[in-house]
């Protein structure tokens, strides 16, 4: 099995960059940026790794953003995960980017996507992973700075494929941003946003996805299971899943490998993805082959997650043709 889930082809739907960054890399960019750390080895980093819920984690997380200053640092973000990434065979992206973690920090909007930028391509040329990107707005800071990123990013636009919504969910609700996304679909941007596990008003959060900003997937959306309604609103709308099997184990103990069966089950298109990889220690072939050992997972429902991701992945039909061939084609080999 878990050489069959190393060679399966797979798409990435779910993955911050910045989640990407590992000790090393913080430790390397810090001393070539002048920038003082809290710790003295990568080792003291990922022993303080304690998070156990969202805010914990996210201290942490915006912690290590500092050491990011240069469009060089944004592409050896970018590559380094890509490196990763086509060793687990994903030859499809949709990374997350949260550029108002920067420019609050007065990094400007241009240096982080172009890093980002020459990353994918390169990628593309020498990895063969091809990649679209995600900009995602911080829910807990304002809407009106949401709507300034927005603005940011009109020159880049045909850089971007979509935009979403991260950061921490209390007290932060999908309609707080209905005019930002209203204004991103008008610009021609695909829409996602967070709905992290056992969050504040999580079913609300979700309705609001669905209803008011009429969003194209949901990350996470585990608790979209307690509600019926919700279940066959996501079915009918053939709305994607991007479910974290790792990154939920930090925040309720499981793989959630139960209800990524139930989703499966009840005919929702789950996705299995890394979220953060360089924090929670698992990126794609970590992830499949832990949610596989604790759920018990078939070859074939494991061929069914990474379809689900190529069938909602924001793709040209005739380039989502190629790379589901590729998998059924790995598949019965």
């Not at 800071?141 to 935009?163: F, T």
Request: a negative charge.
């Amino acid at each position: 099995m878990k050489a069959f889930i190393e060679g399966m082809p797979k798409a990435e739907l779910h993955v911050h960059l910045e989640g990407t960054l590992e000790p090393e890399h913080i430790f390397a960019l810090a001393q070539r940026n002048n920038i003082e750390l809290e710790y003295n080895t990568p080792e003291e980093v990922v022993a303080a790794y304690d998070f156990h819920d969202l805010p914990s984690f996210l201290k942490i997380y915006y912690a290590a953003m500092n050491v990011l200053c240069e469009e060089e640092d944004f592409y050896e973000l970018t590559y380094q995960y890509f490196e990763k990434a086509a060793a687990d065979k994903v030859v499809y992206c949709e990374p997350f980017f949260d550029p108002q973690g920067h420019t609050s920090r007065g990094v400007a909007f241009e240096t982080i996507i172009k890093g980002i930028r020459r990353a994918q391509e390169d990628a593309a040329k020498n990895l063969d992973i091809e990649s679209n990107l995600i900009m995602c707005f911080l829910r807990d800071m304002s809407a009106e700075s949401a709507m300034e990123h927005l603005e940011m990013c009109l020159p880049y636009k045909d850089w971007i494929i979509g935009v979403g919504l991260d950061s921490d969910e209390k007290d932060n609700p999908p309609s707080k941003f209905e005019a930002v996304f209203a204004r991103a679909r008008e610009e021609g941007f695909k829409l996602t946003m967070h709905c992290d596990v056992n969050q504040k008003d999580i079913h609300g959060h979700i309705r609001e996805c669905l209803d008011l900003i009429k969003v194209d997937r949901i990350d996470h959306g585990v608790n979209s299971l307690e509600d019926e309604e919700l279940i066959q609103d996501i079915v009918d709308q053939g709305l994607g899943l991007t479910v974290c099997p790792v990154s939920n184990r930090f925040v309720v103990q499981s793989l959630t490998s139960n209800e990524i069966r139930e989703m499966l089950n009840r005919g929702m298109k789950a996705t299995v993805n890394s979220d953060d990889p360089a924090y929670f220690r698992a990126y794609m072939n970590d992830n499949f082959i832990a949610l596989a050992e604790e759920g018990n997972f078939s070859q074939e429902d494991l061929v069914q997650l990474s379809r689900n991701a190529f069938d909602i992945a924001w793709l040209s039909d005739d380039k989502r043709q190629k790379y589901i061939t590729k998998l059924e084609q790995y598949a019965a080999s």
